[in-house]
């Protein structure tokens, strides 16, 4: 059975899996086109408007409506509409789509503390400064409820990892002592509420990210793919504590016509792995063997031992030239 005969829909993570700052990942678009699946786009990016989003796709060659894209800020405002009446005053920091969002789902918004908001809407604005996180600390001194659309410490661009959404929570925290409500990955809400939109019963989240992407799915009970293009790298993925670990790796997102059991972690080309004391030792492998197929092989048993490692190292010619990829 194949990726595409086993999963009835896909739960794509967007920066570091499909694309790394504007510019498409190599080979993710026509993966995505080709694997026959209907698709929903979950990032925790709520700096823009699904229309947005789904414009920035289209532009790539991937077919989209807006109802197709879940973001933090929907699953933020979903949140706040469950705890807070319609109708409240919110103290939003983030960018005018997040504030429209907020608007449309019948709240009065607001940037100042002296409006006496309910609640703080946090979400990712690469403009907020030091004026828009104080007005958010006095707020929830006062005691309005904390809300964030996410907590990723990082933001992936083109130059390499930018300050995320999460350290500038980070510093709201250490002026207040209250720590947010998140409504993005690794919480599991966004996961089921694309999942209810598809219809799906077998849907596959995928994602770049151990810590949200991968969590978010497992939290939410779904199997999950992790990509090594973004984020989390094959050391991450080795090291990955259980509820970050995927059910299925790959370096490259073209695996749909790919048979499923061989992106599980378990021995495959050629390769063994095993525990020498704390080391981990990686041998076998052949010139055709890959650093991918090195990697499931030593996943399945640095899994299953459940003690901690060390170092990892590779005996033979073929798998000391896999490690040597894994940087």
């Known amino acids: 059975m194949t990726v595409a005969s086993d999963y009835d829909a896909l739960l794509l993570d967007l920066d570091g899996t499909i694309y790394q700052g504007g510019a ?23 700096s823009r408007a699904p229309r947005d989003v789904a414009e920035q796709l289209n532009s790539l060659g991937l077919e989209t409506r807006p109802e197709n894209i879940m973001t933090s800020a929907l ?5 706040a509409t469950d705890r807070i009446p319609t109708g409240s005053t919110v103290l939003v920091l983030g960018t005018d789509s997040f504030r429209t969002l907020a608007a ?33 600390a006095l707020a929830i001194r006062k005691g309005a409820l904390y809300l964030a659309s996410n907590l990723d410490t990082t933001l992936p661009k083109e130059r390499g990892l930018h300050v995320g959404n999460g350290s500038m929570v980070a510093a709201v925290v250490s002026a207040t002592g ?9 919480e599991p809400a966004m996961f089921h509420s694309a999942a209810r939109t598809l219809g799906c019963s077998a849907p596959l989240a995928v994602g770049d990210r151990l810590d949200t992407d991968i969590a978010g799915g497992v939290a939410a009970g779904m199997d999950t793919l992790c990509v090594l293009t973004g984020v989390s790298g094959y050391h991450d993925v080795l090291r990955a504590p259980g509820p970050h670990r995927p059910t299925l790796i790959s370096d490259t997102l073209d695996i749909f016509s790919e048979a499923t059991d061989t992106l599980r972690p378990g021995a495959q080309g050629g390769f063994t792995a095993s525990m020498d004391g704390d080391v981990l030792c990686i041998s076998g492998g052949s010139p055709n063997s890959t650093a991918i197929q090195a990697l499931r092989t030593a996943a399945a048993v640095a899994w299953s031992t459940g003690t901690t490692f060390g170092e990892v190292t590779g005996i033979g010619v073929d798998a000391r030239r896999v490690l040597e990829q894994w940087w």
């Open 75 to 79: 699953a933020a405002i979903q949140l």
């Open 104 to 136: 449309d789902a019948g709240f009065t918004v607001t940037d100042t503390a002296d409006d006496d908001p309910v609640a703080v809407l946090h979400g990712h604005n690469p403009d907020t400064g030091w004026r828009q996180l104080s007005e958010a």
């Open 24 to 46: 498409a990942i190599p080979g993710a678009v026509p993966a995505v086109s080709g694997s026959g699946l209907p698709a929903i786009y979950v990032t925790n990016n709520a």
């Open 178 to 186: 209250v720590s947010p409500i998140s409504a993005g990955k690794p």
